[in-house]
Nanobody, 128 residues
Framework: QVPLVESGGGSVQAGGSLRLSCAASLYTSSSACMGWFRQAPGKEREGVAGIYASGSSTVYADSVKGRFTISRDNAKNTLYLQMNAMKPEDTAMYYC?????????????????????WGRGTQVTVSS
């Protein structure tokens, strides 16, 4: 069983919205933290948003604060990323990730090396 499967990517015009989903296996969904990362061509992977297993705390990259919202539905083993007021610079491959053993998984900035389980990604393209 694939531990993490992203969906919901696509093309949207600037100012539009998309909602990404990440279906997690039962093991992965119990991880300490889950997060969304993105990587644009020629750029390093960057943390977008993260959330604790309980959903009690979240962290966002400065570039998406006020526009993106991360949430999780533990009953459905699903992680979400609601993206509003999107900009062309949001264009990237978006990855869902889980951190099963790192207590600093939600310390800002979100660092990919703290996350040990990854999905294959879903492409998001924002046109101006």
């Amino acid at each position: 069983q694939v531990p993490l499967v992203e969906s919901g990517g696509g093309s949207v015009q600037a100012g539009g919205s998309l909602r990404l989903s990440c279906a997690a296996s039962l093991y992965t969904s119990s991880s300490a933290c889950m997060g969304w990362f993105r990587q644009a061509p020629g750029k390093e992977r960057e943390g977008v948003a993260g959330i604790y297993a309980s959903g009690s705390s979240t962290v966002y990259a400065d570039s998406v604060k006020g526009r993106f919202t991360i949430s999780r539905d533990n009953a459905k083993n699903t992680l979400y990323l609601q993206m509003n007021a999107m900009k062309p610079e949001d264009t990237a491959m978006y990855y869902c990730a889980a951190a099963t053993a790192n207590p600093s998984c939600l310390s800002p900035p979100l660092l990919s090396r703290r996350y040990n389980i990854w999905g294959r990604g879903t492409q998001v393209t924002v046109s101006s």
